[in-house]
């Protein structure tokens, strides 16, 4: 599954390019109706939230405790978006999709065995 994890992170990389622009656009739209909504803001927390757990599933993708960390970001992005879903609906698409990321990241980092560190003779 480290495989799968170096697979995933890249491509939240990739999509916090394609998040990040789509909540900037939304937020502009939402400042300019002047409708109170704060989806476009959270949607850009989302795609921060996926950067760092997408570089931190890369950087620890044979650590246990990095794969849960980044488990753990990628359940907080995703509940920041699925909370202030509004206007910008294509936010709670990328909210589930980090969740299904968090659920990867948290169950392979438990089910992961730790491995011993090599003995020198």
């Known amino acids: 599954m480290k495989t799968a994890r170096l697979v995933i992170g890249i491509v939240s990389i990739v999509l916090f390019v394609l998040v990040s622009l789509q909540s900037c656009a939304a937020g502009v739209g939402n400042a300019l109706a002047e409708n109170g909504e704060v989806s476009g803001s959270a949607g850009f927390l989302l795609a921060l939230c996926m950067l760092v757990a997408g570089i ?22 995703g509940l920041i978006g699925i909370t202030n879903v ?13 969740f299904i990321f968090a659920v990867v990241f948290i169950a ?11 003995q020198e003779d």
């Open 86 to 98: 509004g206007s910008y609906a294509d936010l709670q698409i990328w909210s589930v999709l980090s």
């Open 108 to 118: 392979t980092g438990i089910l992961q065995k730790n491995s011993k560190p090599k």
């Open 56 to 77: 931190v599933g890369i950087v620890c993708r044979k650590n246990k405790v990095g794969s849960i960390v980044a488990g753990c970001f990628y359940a907080f992005g």
